[in-house]
Antibody, heavy 122, light 106 residues
Framework: QVTLKESSPVLVKPTETLTLTCIVS??????????VGWIRQPPGKALECLAH???????SYSTSLKSRLTISEDTSKSQVVLTMTNMDPVDTGTYYC??????????????WGQGTLVIVSS | SYELIQPPSVSVSPGQTASITCSGD??????ASWYQQKPGQSPVLVIY???KRPSGIPERFSGSNSGNTATLTISGTQPMDEADYYC?????????FGGGTKLTVL
């Protein structure tokens, strides 16, 4: 059974850097086209994909946030790490990690982690 | 940047059919997925690759994608289907979500 779990909720100050960890189990980041994505959701708002990474180290970032994001993987620890610089109160929300599944040219997110709350406040 | 447009809300009576649309430029050339999110919970995949249903998802959920519009259809809608629904597609290796549709069953 594939599961993903995000690191604990966090409170960060404006301008600080956010670091989130996603621990995966039930699949190996070393094998084939396994991917993990980070998606966030501000309170009461829609989902927004931030970044994703595949086991061949292929990475992709949100166009609007690319300059602030870095995604990486530690296959030995079965972890995917997302860093986001220069945090602002508008970045407050729930951050999810999810497995990226692939079939031909189609990709989708399944399953999702439980999410972790990030609050940006001074 | 690529956009997916969904109606903010859809209402349906129990037992009736609910249709939620998702519009995007040449969406038919991409593959659409749909997610259900209930309050306080993580999203759950209900349709992938336009019309495929994951195991464990009831048969009343179906999907289609034609032209510029993908559609999620829930036949015989049940009160437990009340939730927010998001469509999603990929554009130039980036995942894009629609703005979400609140489905009310009343």
């Amino acid at each position: 059974q594939v599961t993903l779990k995000e690191s604990s909720p966090v409170l960060v100050k404006p301008t600080e850097t956010l670091t989130l960890t996603c621990i995966v189990s039930g699949f190996s980041l070393r094998n084939g086209r396994m991917g993990v994505g980070w998606i966030r959701q501000p309170p009461g708002k829609a989902l927004e994909c931030l970044a994703h990474i595949f086991s061949n180290d292929e990475k992709s970032y949100s166009t609007s946030l690319k300059s602030r994001l870095t995604i990486s993987e530690d296959t030995s620890k079965s972890q995917v790490v997302l860093t986001m610089t220069n945090m602002d109160p508008v970045d407050t929300g729930t951050y999810y990690c999810a497995q990226v599944r692939e079939l031909g040219a189609a990709n989708w997110f399944d399953p999702w982690g439980q999410g972790t709350l990030v609050i940006v406040s001074s | 940047s690529y956009e997916l447009i969904q109606p903010p809300s859809v209402s349906v009576s129990p037992g009736q059919t609910a249709s939620i649309t998702c519009s995007g430029d040449k969406l038919r050339d991409k593959f659409a997925s749909w997610y259900q999110q209930k309050p306080g919970q993580s999203p759950v995949l209900v349709i992938y690759r336009d019309d495929k249903r994951p195991s464990g998802i009831p048969e009343r959920f179906s999907g289609s994608n034609s032209g510029n519009t993908a559609t999620l259809t829930i036949s015989g809608t049940q009160p437990m289907d009340e939730a927010d629904y998001y469509c999603q597609a990929w554009d130039t290796s980036t995942a894009v979500f629609g703005g979400g549709t609140k489905l009310t069953v009343l």
